[in-house]
Every structure is written in C-alpha cells, then in structure tokens.
C-alpha cells in the first residue's frame, strides 16, 4: 500500500471514504420519504445505528456506520481494478463478483452477489432486477473516475463498459457519475465545471444519426426517450440553482423526478445526487446531508453525491468522526488501504503515460 502525502491521494481516498460515509449515513432511513424522516429523526445529521434487521442488498450488521450493498459493490469493482492493473473489462468485474460469491457460504453475501453473478454469467439473457433501469451500476462505481483523475472521457468509457450491472439508459447514467469524479479531481475543478465535462463527456460517446438529434430537438415528446438523463439533469439543477438549498429542493424534486415507480432508478439518483451538490455549492456536508434527508433511495444518492464531492474536495472535507466510525464499522477490507493502492495504480500508469509521450516527442523530432 502506498499513502502519498499528495492531492492525488486525497482526492482518492475522498471519493472513497465520501462514498462510504454518504451510504452509511443514508442506510438506517433508506425507503423513507423525506416527511417521514423529519417525523422520526428531525434532520439526520449523524451516523445512526440500524432498527430493521441485515439484508442483502441493505447492512450487513446493525451497528452505525456499517455500510450497505452501494459500497460492498464498490469494493468489488476495486478489486477488479486492482487485479486488472487498472485496464479493467467486464470479464474482470465478472470475475470479481464471481469470486466473491465462492469466497463467502452465508446467505447474506450470496444473495447480495447472486444478480451481478448471474448477469456476468449470461449476459443479455439475464435481465438484472427485472430490466429496471436501476442504479446498480451508478451507486458503486467512482472508482472508475478515480482511476481516471482529470480524464472525464476515459473514465466514461470504462464505466460504460461495466454498466452491464443494469439496463437501459442507467447504462449512461453509470457513466456521466464516473466522468463527474474524474472531472472533479481536475485542480480548480468547480461543481458547474465538472457536471458541464461530465455531460460534454457523454455526448463525445455517444453515436446516433442526424435525423434522430433533429427529431429530439423539435418534438417534446421525444426529448425524455432521447435524452433521459440530461432532461432530468437539467430539470434538477434548475430547482437547485433556484433555491440553493439541499432542503428546500425536496418538494419540487419529488414531483420532477418520479420517473417509475423504482425507488433506486438511476436517472433519478444521478439528478437528487447533482441537485444536491449544486445547492451545496460543493460542500461534501452539507451535499450527504442533503443527499440523506431527501429519502427515498437515500443511501445510494448519497453514495453517488459523496463520491462526487469528496474526489472534488478532497478527505480532509469529510468529517473525521463520520470516516474513522464508517472505517472501525467496515474493517474488511480497509477502505484507506484501498484508496492507497488506487493511488499507486494511477501513478504507474500516469509514469507509463509520461514514457510514451517522450517516445513520440522523439519521433516528432
């Protein structure tokens, strides 16, 4: 392991432990809707224990900070990077998920790992959840645009490749999260100029004919099936810039973005967790709480958005109480040590990169 006194190594440890901290704070309310949350809790602002017992796709224990399927997940597609060297596919995250599942016997961990396990195995045959746009793929993969630091487009790319986790345009909405992290380690990075990469970054991967963009650009029906993710996108951060405020944009938002009756649908955890970051200016508190006390597919929204803004502010914006509490709560593996071989990953990469580029000067000479 490799812990670099550096902003690289802040900035990826941020985005991991800002993950994890965000699905911690937001799993002992997940489901709830913002009005019942206030009712029980007044604001969550703190990390709480657990009242309904572990589940699969929910904590593991019942202690506060433990964490849920969002990073579990996330920690997979680590490994898979970090087995990989960093060039990851989807045969690697398949694996992954694959050993993971023979690694452990209990059911808990089995029926966590069974839809990802059997979508690698079968593909298209298998529809993942139903076929639900879900955000299974966009709730666990910043380490994609962490490994990516600065390069929105590639960390689109390998995220887009490992959005097999789910279907439909969750696909993209997988992908734009990824490119934000990577856009939001860019030095001077603002929240404005990372969603504007992000987005910049899915029309750069995107192919379709000329006809269908005029078709979307004239008929308002079309816009939704053409540009799901960008009309929602854009519908949220007009409510966010409106208020600037992470709880007066609840209301509205309900109404704009009840898109399915899928709580975690993933265009929907994209647009709460961009929402969010834009009404907090980018402050990674006020973002996770924000995130939290929205309700709903809490846990995830906060992943997503804690994700963003601690690759954007780096670790020392998350409080340390909430980071040592998620650490002490999920020793296994330790999230810190994760972030440090992330960070010798990118490094390798970056001198490799560095060795090329003298090579074509050269040439170029």
């Known amino acids: 392991m490799s812990e670099p006194a550096t902003p690289l190594y802040s900035k990826i440890y941020g985005g991991m432990i800002g993950g994890a901290v965000g699905d911690a704070l937001g799993g002992p309310v997940e ?17 709480l224990p657990y009242s309904r017992e572990p589940a699969e796709h929910g904590p593991f224990t019942t202690h506060a900070g433990s964490v ?10 680590c490994r898979a990077l970090l087995d990989s060297g960093g060039d990851v596919t989807r045969g690697d995250l398949a694996r992954a998920v694959t050993d993971y599942y023979y690694r452990h ?9 069974e839809e990802y396990f059997l979508k690698g195995l079968y593909g298209s045959r298998k529809l993942i959840f139903g076929g639900q746009p879900t955000n299974g793929a966009i709730m666990s ?12 487009k590639a960390a689109f790319a390998a995220a887009f ?13 997988a992908a734009i999260s990824a490119a934000a992290v990577a ?8 929240v404005e100029s990372l969603i504007e990469e992000a987005l910049s970054a899915a029309a750069w991967y995107r192919r379709e004919g000329p006809l ?55 265009g929907q955890t994209l647009a709460v967790a961009l929402a969010m970051l834009m009404a907090a200016d980018g402050d990674y508190r006020q973002t ?4 939290v006390n929205y309700g709903r597919d809490n846990d995830s929204y906060a992943a997503v958005a804690g994700a963003i803004a601690g690759a954007l502010r780096g670790a020392g914006a998350v409080p340390r109480e909430w980071a040592e509490t998620v650490r002490l709560a999920n020793p296994e593996p330790d999230i810190r040590e994760v972030a440090g071989d992330l960070t010798s990953l990118v490094l390798a990469h970056h001198q490799e990169r560095r060795r090329n580029v003298a090579d074509v000067e050269e040439l170029l000479a």
């Open 141 to 152: 993969n910043a380490p994609l645009g962490l490994i990516h630091p600065a390069d929105p």
């Open 288 to 291: 996770v709480i924000g995130a």
């Open 105 to 113: 016997q209990g059911k808990l961990e089995r029926a966590f790992a």
């Open 31 to 47: 489901g709830l809707d913002y009005q019942e949350i206030e009712r029980l809790h007044g604001r969550v602002e703190t990390l």
């Open 212 to 266: 269908w963009g005029e078709t979307i650009r004239t008929f308002e029906w079309a816009r939704f099936e053409g540009r799901p993710n960008q009309e929602l996108i854009a519908a949220a951060l007009a409510v966010a810039k409106r208020y600037g405020d992470v709880f007066a944009i609840r209301r509205e938002l309900y109404e704009l973005l009840r898109v399915s009756p899928v709580g975690s649908e993933a």
């Open 183 to 190: 856009a939001a380690m860019r030095p001077g990075a603002t």
């Open 161 to 173: 490749e490992l959005a097999y986790l789910t279907d439909g345009y969750a696909k993209e909405s």
């Open 68 to 77: 849920t399927d969002d990073t579990r997940l996330n920690l997979i597609i």
